[in-house]
């Protein structure tokens, strides 16, 4: 542990055992924070050994975020600190792919606990302290998906277009009250996303092109400590798509998702 931890900011990243979360968390230890790091899984303990391993304090607490019980937990342990947290990457969330008729309902159900409301849980436990110090980041882990409707991910895409709204929306609330409030917007990303939501056999799931997450999260890290809004984050091609789907009729967009998210759409 270093001796100084109590100088240095605090981060509070969520989903932070794999994936985007984890290079999220390497990114603010890299950067000067000491960590809180969260995931339901055991693999969160190793990240703490990893990173406390690079001079950073880091405390991690297993937890599943997909039940308020599990954002109490997070919150509890947080608020009883005596140190204030400074950034809060509210990046935890999974997705379920398939025909929506024949996806399970409890999965979904639960994709909906985690990305929806855990991220408004976590924001309404969080976000007044940092009004009242006057200071405080938020970073929203949201999509590109958020940007179109999404045709075998329909569920997915609706709870990425709901943190992209909210995190808007807190935006303005806050604007004159000291806290930023950026949005990331990722494309597809090397990570276990699209197995864990059983699109291997998709073009997406299957494609090799898909970004680095240590490249997002620089990207996103970055986005925030200049305090944009929003930011797409990628190679170039998911900008031009997120650029398009900006100005694109929705039925071109669904129509386009849906041939790269179809099951057995990997192929053809």
Known sequence: ?????????????????SGIGLALAREFANNGFDLVVVAE??????????????????RAIQADLA???????????????????????????????????????DKELRLIDL??????????????????????????TSSIASLMATPYEAVYGASKAFVKSFAAAIRN??????????????????????????????KIGADSGKADPADIAR???AALMAGEAEHVAGSPQTKAEALSARVLPE????????SAAKPGSSQN
């Open 173 to 202: 609330e806050v604007k004159d009250q000291g806290v930023v409030v950026t949005t990331l917007l990722p494309g597809p990303t090397e990570t276990n996303f699209f197995h864990r939501a059983g699109m291997d056999d998709t």
């Open 1 to 17: 542990m270093n001796t100084n931890e109590s100088d240095r900011p605090l981060a509070l990243v969520t989903g932070a055992s």
């Open 115 to 140: 990305n929806v409301r855990s991220t408004v849980h976590l924001t309404k436990l969080l976000l007044p302290a940092m009004v009242r110090r006057g200071q405080g980041r938020l970073l929203f």
């Open 41 to 58: 899984n055991d693999e969160i303990a190793e990240v703490e050994r990893e990173l406390s391993g690079a001079g950073v304090h880091v």
């Open 67 to 105: 039940t308020p019980d599990g954002v109490e937990t997070v919150a509890q342990s947080v608020v009883a600190s005596p140190r204030p947290v400074d950034v809060a990457a509210l990046n935890a969330g999974v997705g379920v792919g398939g025909e929506f008729v024949e996806t399970p309902l």
């Open 251 to 258: 039925g071109v967009t669904a129509g386009r998702h849906g």
């Open 219 to 221: 990207e996103g890290y």
